[in-house]
């Protein structure tokens, strides 16, 4: 670090990012969502979310810079992680410590920054997230409250890779995980009093598939499903896998009526599961939306509850159905009938099946 002062820690801290691993990995896209949130939220052109060793600012996340990494020396958030809360600079050409930073006098010429410390499990500080701007500005203490809650869920991410909250098959946030992350993002949501729904899905009859098939086709099975709902859904929306066959999507900024939408995309590229098997068997999934009612679910959990069985209604009950063939061929029906949808799915609901 260039910096006169050192975190007092120093030497645990860089060993911990070393042993994370974390560092070295641009565009890992772990932060993605975070990061556009952010940036929605403040309306600023640059949100970083970035690691600090002893020579470089590494992005784990950049929205407005094209570097991923840069030298310590032209780095506001050395100055960051030495602070136990936010580090505000509403004007850089007004501050001694930054009017002759490169990123002040060059580049994308900073005038405002914002930066929260991110910390492990342990309290280490590892990095910031932080807001920039190229225009002087000032940052009020409900903006400040914002961020921080941010830089949690950011927090919630690096533990992640301590904690085991990413589910190993398919790289997306087990059970534990979601209820970290959704939380965290539905307290944001309602700060900002925007509407969050939720979506619960399951790979019907997904055991009578794996214990026919394999293990290897069915782990196959959820790692495509995972890769599939990540391709529909926007970079700001989480998913996760909760348990074997079965996932959910937190739909940000969402109504039941662009649920709605996300279901219908994913309902037409579902026949893409089907290209690489040569298996004969029926692949459906069934779902539950329910839109956020802070009155009626309370907290992510109340709402998370509130998804089990919701197919059993009749104007929502659906699910799509895939027909899985040898030699690469599939045909994909949808049925939005309840007594369809049962018969298509088998009478399935998203209790756990039998064993």
């Known amino acids: 670090m260039n910096s006169t002062e050192f975190p007092a820690d120093e030497t645990e801290r860089l060993a911990t ?3 994370l691993g974390v560092l070295n990995t641009t565009s890992a896209h772990r932060f993605d969502h ?3 949130m952010a940036k929605q939220i403040f309306d600023v052109p640059i949100v970083l979310v970035n690691l600090l060793d002893e020579h470089h600012q590494w992005f784990s996340t950049c929205i407005g810079l094209a570097a991923g990494k840069v030298p310590q020396e032209i780095s506001f958030c050395d100055h960051a992680i030495l602070s136990d809360d936010l580090l505000i600079v509403p004007d850089a050409l007004m501050d001694d410590r930054f009017v002759h930073d490169p990123l002040v006098k060059e580049g994308p010429q900073v005038r405002f920054y914002a930066g929260c410390p991110l910390r492990d499990t342990d309290g280490v500080c590892l990095g910031t997230l932080c807001l920039m701007d190229k225009k002087p500005r000032d940052f009020d203490a409900e903006q400040q409250e914002i961020l921080r809650g941010l ?5 919630h991410e690096i533990a992640a890779v301590e904690l ?4 190993e098959l398919t ?12 939380q965290h993002s539905l307290d944001l949501c309602l700060r900002q009093q925007v509407p969050v729904t939720l979506i619960r899905l399951k790979l019907v009859r997904f055991k009578s598939i794996k ?3 394999g293990q290897a086709e069915g782990d196959r099975v959820l790692s495509e499903f995972a890769e599939l709902m990540k391709r529909t859904v926007r970079v700001t929306d989480l998913c996760a896998s909760l348990k074997d066959g079965e996932f959910v999507i937190l739909l940000i900024n969402a109504s039941e009526a662009l649920a709605s939408e996300v279901l219908i995309k994913l309902k037409r590229s579902f026949r893409e599961m089907s290209d ?4 004969d068997y029926n692949l459906s999934f069934a779902y539950g939306v329910v839109e956020f009612d802070v009155g009626q679910h309370g907290d992510i959990q109340g709402l998370l509850d509130a998804t089990v069985g919701k197919e059993n209604q009749p104007k929502k009950r659906s699910s799509a159905v895939v027909k899985v063939v040898a030699k690469n061929k599939a045909r994909i029906e949808t049925k939005g009938d309840a007594r369809d949808a049962t018969r298509q799915a088998g009478g399935e609901t998203m209790e756990e099946e039998s064993s």
């Open 164 to 167: 085991a909250t990413v589910d």
């Open 151 to 155: 830089a949690v869920i950011a927090e």
């Open 171 to 182: 790289g997306i946030s087990n059970r534990r995980g979601f209820i970290q992350l959704a």
């Open 34 to 36: 975070l990061a556009r």
């Open 211 to 213: 214990r026919k098939f």
């Open 276 to 279: 690489s098997t040569e298996h």
């Open 17 to 19: 990012l070393h042993e």
